[in-house]
Nanobody, 119 residues
Framework: QVQLVESGGGLVQPGGSLRLSCAAS????????MGWYRQAPGKQRELVATISRGGEGNYADSVKGRFTISRDNAKNTVSLQMNSLKPEDTAVYYC?????????????WGQGTQVTVSS
């Protein structure tokens, strides 16, 4: 079994920054793409950013230029640096990883971490 554990959420003022981190732990697995999604109250979960195993990032239009996704394949971690935060970035942020124990990759999710942008 694999666990994804997130950290780094919290309360920040508009224009501030936060860094989210996610670590995957378990036995004998490999990871393909990793990413971050978010869900605001009353809204569907949406993609924030993904990153391939090779390090190619993909971002939602709403966060381009403000957020940066990165990963460390040796440590099985993915991070999201969030700058110039806006109130509309308030949401629960979820880590996602495509994980395989053999051939097929299956999506795993973290438990979520709250990000609140408010003055």
């Amino acid at each position: 079994q694999v666990q994804l554990v997130e950290s780094g959420g919290g309360l920040v003022q508009p224009g501030g920054s936060l860094r989210l981190s996610c670590a995957a732990s378990g036995r004998a697995f490999s990871i393909n793409a990793m990413g971050w999604y978010r869900q605001a109250p009353g809204k569907q979960r949406e993609l924030v950013a993904t990153i391939s195993r090779g390090g190619e990032g993909n971002y939602a239009d709403s966060v381009k230029g403000r957020f940066t996704i990165s990963r460390d394949n040796a440590k099985n971690t993915v991070s999201l640096q969030m700058n110039s935060l806006k109130p509309e970035d308030t949401a629960v942020y979820y880590c996602n990883a495509q994980i395989s124990f053999g051939i097929t990759f299956i999506p795993y999710w973290g438990q979520g971490t709250q990000v609140t942008v408010s003055s």
